[in-house]
Structures are given as C-alpha cells and as structure tokens.
C-alpha cells in the first residue's frame, strides 16, 4: 500500500508571495492533518480535515489555510508569506479521525519551505 | 500551553543497553498515546501506542508504560540499537473534548556503538 506522499518536497519563496503544498493520503484514509515543524517547537499541530470538513484548527493565523477534496487529498496555503514561516510542513493521515483510538497517524515525508 | 512534555532534548545510550524515553503530560482528558520515531529528512514514522485502560504495550523490542496517576509514559526500547539513534515524539489525544494529536517536542536518542 503506498504510503502518504507529499508535493514538492522542497519550495524557496520570498516574503510576501503565498504557496500551496499538496497531500495525498494513504488509500481508504479519510482524515488529513498538517503540522508545522520548526527546531525546539515539535510539530505544532495545524488543523484536521475528515470527509472534507475542517474538524479542528491550531492556533495559527487566518494566512494558513487548508481544504480537502472528495478524494481525501488536502491542500494547505500560506499567503504573505513571513520569513518565521520556514519549516517542514508534514502531512499527516489516518482511517479515521482524531480521538478514540482510531487515529494512529502515518505522515508523509514532508515538504521543506525556505521563505527568503 | 505545552500539553505534552519531553523534558529531555537528548540522551546517549550504549548499544545493547536499555533506552528509556519519558514524556509528561498535563491534560487529564487524554486517553491515547502514542510514539512515534523520526529520521532526518523523513517524516515521523509510528512506532508504537497505548490506550489508557492499559499500563502496558509491548511490541517486539519497544514496551510502552502509561502511569495515569502520574500523567507520565515513557518508551523502553530493549535492546537498543545503532538504527534507533533518532528523535523519538510522544503524543496524545482525547476521545471527547480537545481531539487533535499533540506532540511534545522530541528526545533525541543517539546509540553509541
């Protein structure tokens, strides 16, 4: 069974521009989460989609952004891009959603974002 | 708020010897955790999990401990190997109320050949 895989897995950006950065989860896996990865912070959860709804947000700004299609694949976008915005990006899936048990995780090999 | 403690950056161990990663946590809602192991370059890759009706979880070499009254698990991995020098996060979630996965901030494990 493939596994999750992400696009690209590695973006230089200027500050100010915006980006997208794509999920594919693995196959039958309806819930995609994202989280940001910075030095000394973790992964810093950023929101939840499942069946294509928004479950739950981390307390990021409104310039992050996210959808997920009928397919489960998801979407995130940064606009006005900061340079503080630099991380890796992982993209996370599971059968169901979080809570319950059901959300053992499997994440995807992340996307790199330099914002100059 | 950091829900979720690994207050141990690093540790080094001998191969062949016991690691013991610990992690803490604050919010008594949690009832599932889980660890998961990370390369440079990859992305986290799950290792192991425990509900909290158990105190125990074994998997081959990795046993998980979960001690509720303390709000404290930690990972045992015996015996330790050169392939599992990596960053170790522990994480939890919550059947009801705050349902996202939340991570602590990594142990990074080195095994010293």
């Known amino acids: 069974k493939a596994g999750v895989t992400q696009t690209p897995r590695y973006l230089i950006k200027t500050r100010g521009q915006q980006v997208t950065l794509s999920c594919s989860p693995i196959?039958?896996?309806?819930?995609v989460s994202w989280y940001q990865q910075t030095p000394g912070q973790g992964l810093q959860f950023l929101f939840e989609?499942?069946?294509?709804?928004?479950?739950n947000k981390g307390n990021f700004p409104g310039r992050f952004s996210g959808r997920q299609f009928s397919n489960s694949r998801s979407e995130m976008n940064v606009s006005t891009l900061e340079l503080g915005d630099s991380a890796l990006y992982l993209c996370a899936s599971s059968y169901g959603p979080t809570g319950g048990g059901t959300d053992t995780q499997y994440f995807g090999p992340g996307t790199r974002l330099t914002v100059l | 708020d950091q829900q979720v403690k690994q207050n141990s950056p690093s540790l080094s161990v001998q191969e062949g010897r016991i690691s013991i990663l610990n992690c803490d946590y604050t919010n008594s809602m949690f009832d599932y955790f889980l660890w998961y192991k990370k390369y440079p370059a990859e992305g986290p890759t799950f290792l192991i999990s425990i509900s909290s009706i158990k105190d125990k979880n074994e998997d081959g070499r990795f046993t998980v401990f979960l001690n509720k009254s303390a709000k404290h698990l930690s990972l045992h991995i015996v015996p330790s190997q050169p392939g599992d020098s990596a960053v170790y996060f522990c994480a939890a979630s919550a059947t009801f109320g705050n349902e996202k996965l939340t991570f602590g901030t990594g142990t990074r494990l080195t095994i010293i050949p």
């Open positions: 989609y499942f069946s294509e709804t928004q479950r």
């Open positions: 196959s039958g896996h309806r819930s």
